[in-house]
Each structure stands twice: as structure tokens, then as C-alpha cells.
């Protein structure tokens, strides 16, 4: 298993232009959630979506969107980058129940916007 | 309000020396907590987590954390220092939705 795979790895995007983040996932989990991390700030919860056709807002949601296409793959869509967007996102996974489950997490991608 | 709080920034231990990590934490349930290790350039990996049951949980490299509900605390522990523990460790809160801390980051003096 690849576990959760995240493209690209590093992006530079001018002020205004858009673009896609990938995300899937091989491990059949039901929930996707996406991150970005900047320094002194920890990991805040961008979009997330508990299954197939279903999306909510995290803390941080204005200038991104999210589309979950099936249950392996969850987007993030830049529609007009900022520079304020520049950051590193991390695109996870969880596991279906309430056993004894954490989220697993992609290896990111670092977007640059100048 | 959820929130989780690591106190310290940064920490700088010589190599062998014992560690501890804080978190604090406010949650209105009964929280399920974890701590993640992610070292430069690389995504989160889990060290250990915390649901119910014994509250002294061990983890992977050697780390364990023991969770206080009196002092809302779930503090990173390991008895021995490597170089290769140098990293960035979060602490998370929560059950489908996670709130991080900011972070700390160790240090490993040789």
C-alpha cells in the first residue's frame, strides 16, 4: 500500500493563478481531511470530508475548495493564489468506526505563491 | 473553547539526556489525544495515542506519554535522547476533527 499520496510535491504559483492539489488514498478510509502548516502555527484544518459526496469547512477555509470525486481522491483547488497561501499542505486519511484509529498523514506539498 | 497548547517552542537537549514535551489541552468530552513526530521535510508520523485505559502509553522509539485528566495534561516523555529524535512534535487533540498544537521543536546537542 502507498498509504495517503499527495502531488505535487513543491508548486510556485504567481498572485492570481489557480491550481489544483492531489490527494488519494489506497487504504479504503471513509474520512479526508486537508492541512496547511505554517511556521509557529502548527497544522489548522482546511476542508475536510467524512465520505464520498460530502464536504464541510474547517478553521480555515476562505480561498480554497475542495472536491471529494470518490472515496480514494480529495482535491484542494486554489481558484486565485495569494500570497498568503503560501504554506505547506498535508492531505490525510482516518479509518471508518470509532475504534481505536488516527489519521494518516501524506508526505505534503509546498506551494510558493510570489 | 477545544484548544491545545504546547508551551514550549523550542527545546535543546544533549544527546542521552531525558526528555519531556507539555501539552495542555481543553476539550469538552473525553479526549482522545496523540502525539506526532515530523521530521524536516516530511509528513506527520504517529508516536503514540491515547484513548482510554492505562493512563501511561508507550510508543514507538521508545517515547511514552501519560495522560493527567486533573491537569489536562498529556506530556511526551523518552528516558534517553538520540540524535536522530531531532525533530518537530505535535501534540493533537480530538476524534474525527483534530486540533494540533503549534508545535515543539527539539534540538539534540552531540
Known amino acids: 500500500n502507498a498509504g495517503v499520496t499527495q502531488t505535487p510535491k513543491f508548486q510556485v504559483l504567481k498572485t492570481g493563478q489557480s491550481m489544483t492539489l492531489q490527494c488519494a488514498q489506497d487504504m479504503n478510509h471513509n474520512s479526508m481531511y486537508w492541512y496547511r502548516q505554517d511556521p509557529g502555527m502548527g497544522l489548522r484544518l482546511i476542508y475536510y470530508?467524512?465520505?464520498?459526496?460530502?464536504?464541510d469547512k474547517g478553521e480555515v477555509p476562505n480561498g480554497y475548495n475542495v472536491s471529494r470525486l470518490n472515496k480514494r481522491e480529495f482535491s484542494l483547488r486554489l481558484e486565485s493564489a495569494a500570497p498568503s497561501q503560501t504554506s505547506v499542505y498535508f492531505c490525510?486519511?482516518?479509518?471508518?468506526?470509532?475504534?481505536?484509529?488516527?489519521?494518516?498523514f501524506g508526505p505534503g506539498t509546498r506551494l510558493t505563491v510570489l | 473553547a477545544q484548544s491545545v497548547t504546547q508551551p514550549d517552542i523550542h527545546i535543546t537537549v544533549s544527546e542521552g539526556a531525558s526528555l519531556e514535551l507539555r501539552c495542555n489541552y481543553s476539550?469538552?468530552?473525553?479526549?482522545?489525544l496523540f502525539w506526532y513526530v515530523q521530521s524536516p521535510g516530511q509528513g506527520l508520523q504517529l508516536l503514540l495515542k491515547y484513548f482510554s485505559g492505562d493512563t501511561l502509553v508507550q510508543g514507538i522509539k521508545g517515547f511514552e506519554a501519560e495522560f493527567k485528566r486533573s491537569h489536562s495534561s498529556f506530556n511526551l516523555r523518552k528516558p534517553s535522547v538520540h540524535w536522530s529524535d531531532a525533530a518537530e512534535y505535535f501534540c493533537a487533540v480530538g476524534m474525527n476533527k483534530y486540533i494540533f498544537g503549534t508545535g515543539t521543536r527539539l534540538k539534540v546537542l552531540a
Open positions: 476539550y469538552g468530552a473525553t479526549p482522545y
Open positions: 490525510a486519511s482516518l479509518p471508518e468506526g470509532r475504534s481505536y484509529n488516527e489519521q494518516f
Open positions: 470530508s467524512a465520505s464520498e459526496g460530502t464536504t
